[in-house]
T-cell receptor, first 114, second 111 residues
């Protein structure tokens, strides 16, 4: 089976712009979670989607949003970018249900905000 | 304060030596998940522990969850350069569909 894929892998944006990141889960996986990883804060949970519904959201401002499509692919959007949004954004997919926390991660999108 | 504390933060060991990484939670662990990350890349799933006292092994890596389900350890026997990377523990602490992660332990294995 193909793993989790994320596009693009690298992105450079300027402050004030917006960005959309994409995640394609492993075939058959219905849950997609997004995480932000920075050297200072480590890996922090952004949100989780299952069957197109957001079930949980981390402690991030409303500039961070996401959605999931009927084929389980997910996108996250960050509006009005700030320098502090520079990070590695990781998505993870899982089957859900009793195996929800057995998450498989994509390679990440490295976002640099200048 | 951090819910999950990993120690040590970094580790340099000589090839062939054994090492242990610890992960301590301030809350009861409903599940503990160990991952390995190469610098700047995604996380690779290693092992999952759910029952108190559970121990799992894969190749030269053994992970244990203590009886009280608030601490886990990852032990690598006869380390090799291929073991180098960042080891992260992720925990289900009942916060709803989110894994909480420790800040990671950076491992370097020298020849």
């Amino acid at each position: 089976k193909a793993g989790v894929t994320q596009t693009p892998r690298y992105l450079i944006k300027t402050r004030g712009q917006q960005v959309t990141l994409s995640c394609s889960p492993i075939s058959g996986h219905r849950s997609v979670s997004w995480y932000q990883q920075t050297p200072g804060q480590g890996l922090q949970f952004l949100f989780e989607y299952f069957s197109e519904t957001q079930r949980n959201k981390g402690n991030f401002p409303g500039r961070f949003s996401g959605r999931q499509f009927s084929n389980s692919r997910s996108e996250m959007n960050v509006s009005t970018l700030e320098l502090g949004d520079s990070a590695l954004y990781l998505c993870a997919s899982s089957l859900g249900g009793t195996r929800h926390y057995e998450q498989y991660f994509g390679p990440g999108t490295r976002l640099t905000v200048t | 304060s951090q819910e999950l504390e990993q120690s040590p933060q970094s580790l340099i060991v000589q090839e062939g030596k054994n090492l242990t990484i610890n992960c301590t939670s301030s809350k009861t662990l409903y599940g503990l998940y160990w991952y390995k990350q190469k610098y700047g890349e995604g996380l690779i799933f290693l092992m999952m522990l759910q029952k108190g006292g559970e121990e799992k092994s894969h190749e030269k890596i053994t992970a244990k969850l203590d009886e009280k389900k608030q601490q886990s350890s990852l032990h690598i026997t006869a380390s090799q350069p291929s073991h180098a990377g960042i080891y992260l523990c992720g925990a289900d602490t009942g916060s709803g569909y989110a894994l909480n992660f420790g800040k990671g332990t950076s491992l370097l294995v020298t020849p």
